[in-house]
């Protein structure tokens, strides 16, 4: 430290730019252990090479030319650090943060110090003086510095600049999305593609954001162990990402990524705790087998005819080589220095790519998908155009079978009618016709009631279902003319009755056979001179109430029938038992549709026969009043 700082005399010659690359300083280098040194040396000068594990501070003097005219100039310092100022002939003209605190990084990225010519001397050289202070394993120093017309410099810088800050930044925004973007496919898809390289988009962010972050969050070397550990796990994954891609995950060479992991988090713990820079070199030089194996598993993949995977293989094939590329040259020529001072790193440039081809799987992805779902919706379409034809055919058949049933049903209902109506007066009628000695009147009495049990079956085949009210009106043109022909008149007040579930044409024509006995009984038996029929609908409008009466001798007294009796069947005198069975006959059709039916004394003389009916559960069933 005796020996005074001198100026070192340097003075290339310009370019055609007219700047000058100042490549050599006389430098004054403080390591935290070990005694001062002084000397001329090359830029750029690495701290860390000569330095390594240890940080320190350091003074480079450069010697600029004298002024030529009023032209102002500008200084580019293409790395610098790790905290810097910067005189210019004993004045401080710029400061990198403060010297000693390992808050800021000025070695990032590029610095311009515009120069007006009122700072330099047209008489004799200028001085420059860069102090440095540097931490350990943080790659401190200086680089060349480039001297010029400020036009030209500014113009350098904006190139330089472009490339180490406005890139990474790009880089962070596009790891950023696309690693979102996979989180997202993977949080709804579970495939361990998205996963992979979501993860490794993630820890991509970390690399280019410390390239432009100057203001470190924590401070060294914990914020280097977290960028460093960031960037071994992005290399990584991405080669596990690229053998997920081509379904090649369950290859040793996926075992051999995922246990480098933990094996450089080690490492990396090693070069900056201890710190031993070396353990770092070596984390990175582990990357290189791993990374080679894996480009070949990639091309042989491509190379196959008939694999699906082979477009994206070969995609892959390109991303991984120039990554490989890449990769050696930051190893040598970055990290290690060999064949000279280059600074700037391509493997983020490089692993950019990888981005892009993830943009291609997922649009690739969802085009096939859109494609297959395209192709299933034809299927289906297809499918249910058959099924509906199937089902239409089937709905085809069983209205056919429908119908056919109905008719077979009708047809059955109208053999029963036939059989229970007109058959059994047919067969009342030949017995009387074989029994010697029946009146003439009797047969005629059974040929008309054999006659009117025929009109009704004729008649109900005419009537909708449930439509009472259009039955009893035809029934009244049926027996109206042998009412008046016995003198009897008909009272008849019949309402609008509604169409009521359960009506069906058997149940209307019970209904009229129940209506027709009645009458029948009146002319028969009641010696009367009017008759009263009435209908009209419950009040709950469920069901409807029937009476039918008259002013005839009325029942005997003593003699009402209830339902299930069978007094007036059991004696009296033979108009009295015929009138009884015919009671019992009505009592059974009442029963056989659920309806209710008495017969009850008339005020003023004669019989009241009530029937009512309901379309309610048996249980919920008014009696009728």
């Known amino acids: 430290m005796g020996v005074p700082l001198q100026a070192q005399p340097n003075d290339p010659p310009p370019d055609a730019r007219g700047i000058r690359v100042m490549d050599s300083a006389w430098a004054q280098l403080q390591p935290q252990r070990g005694a001062a040194l002084q000397r001329s040396l090359k830029l750029s000068h690495r701290w860390d090479d000569e330095f390594p594990g240890q940080g320190g501070t350091a003074t480079y003097r450069i010697t600029l030319p004298p002024r030529q005219g009023d032209e102002d100039m500008a200084l580019l310092f293409s790395r610098v650090g790790n905290q810097a100022q910067v005189a210019i002939n004993g004045l401080v003209r710029l400061k990198l943060g403060q010297l000693g605190n390992p808050w800021r990084d000025a070695a990032k990225t590029v610095h311009l110090l515009e120069v007006p010519a009122r700072w330099l001397s047209a008489a004799g050289p200028n001085e420059l003086v860069v102090q440095v202070t540097t931490q350990a394993a943080r790659w401190g120093g200086l680089s060349t510095v480039q001297y010029g017309p400020a036009a030209a410099v500014s113009a350098e810088f904006a190139t330089q600049r472009q490339w180490r800050y406005v890139a990474p930044l790009v880089f962070c925004v596009a790891f950023g999305l696309m690693g979102l973007m996979a989180l997202a496919l993977w949080s709804r898809l579970r495939d361990p593609i998205f996963a992979c390289f979501a993860a490794a988009a993630l820890l991509g962010i970390f690399r280019n954001l410390d390239r432009v972050w100057p203001e470190v969050p924590v401070p060294w070397p914990a914020w280097g162990m977290v960028t460093a550990t960031a960037y071994a796990w992005h290399l990584a994954l991405m080669c596990l990402f690229a053998l997920q891609a081509l379904g090649l995950q369950g290859r040793r060479t996926s075992r051999v990524i995922l246990a480098y992991l933990p094996v450089s988090l080690v490492l990396v713990v090693l070069a900056f705790s201890v710190p031993w820079p070396a353990a770092w070199t070596l984390a990175l030089a582990a990357l290189a087998p791993v990374g080679a194996i894996t480009w070949g598993l990639v091309l042989r993949t491509a190379w196959r005819p008939d694999d699906g995977h082979r477009v994206t293989a070969w995609l892959l094939a390109l991303a991984g080589g120039a990554a490989i590329l890449a990769g050696l040259h930051d190893l040598g020529l970055v990290r290690l220095g060999l064949g000279g001072p280059s600074r700037f790193s391509l493997t983020p440039h490089a692993m950019f790519l990888f981005v892009v081809i993830m943009a291609g799987i997922i649009v690739d992805r969802y085009a096939r998908n859109a494609r297959n779902l395209q ?221 209710s039916l008495q017969w009850a004394p008339r005020v003023g003389g004669g019989t009241v026969v009530q029937l009512g009916w309901s379309g309610l559960p048996d249980g919920k069933r008014p009696s009728p009043a």
């Open 375 to 595: 192709t299933l919706n034809h299927t289906l379409e297809a499918r249910i155009d058959a099924r509906e034809r199937e089902l239409h055919q089937a709905f085809g058949e069983l209205e056919a079978r429908r119908a056919a049933q109905v008719t077979a049903n009708e047809r059955q209902r109208i053999l029963r009618d036939l059989h229970d109506g007109v058959g059994a007066q047919l067969v009342g009628l030949l017995n009387l016709v074989k029994q010697p000695g029946t009146r003439p009147a009797l047969l005629e009495e059974q040929v008309k009631a054999a006659l009117d049990e025929m009109r009704l079956a004729v008649d109900s085949m005419q009537i909708s279902d449930g439509d009472l009210t259009t039955a009893l009106a035809t029934l009244r043109y049926r027996v109206q003319p042998r009412l008046q022909a016995a003198g009897l008149t008909l009272h008849w007040d019949v309402q609008e009755l509604p169409v009521l579930a359960g009506m069906g044409p058997r149940t209307v024509l019970q209904v009229q056979r129940i209506v027709l006995e009645a009458l029948t009984n009146v002319l028969k038996h009641a010696h009367a001179s009017a008759v009263w029929v009435h209908c009209a609908p419950a009040v709950d409008a469920t069901g409807w109430l029937l009476t039918v009466a008259d002013d005839g001798c009325g029942l005997p007294e003593g003699s009402r029938v209830e339902p299930g009796s069978e007094s007036a069947a059991d004696g009296g005198p033979t108009s009295l038992r015929r009138a009884g069975e015919g009671m019992a006959s009505m009592r059974a059709r009442a029963h056989s549709i659920g309806a």
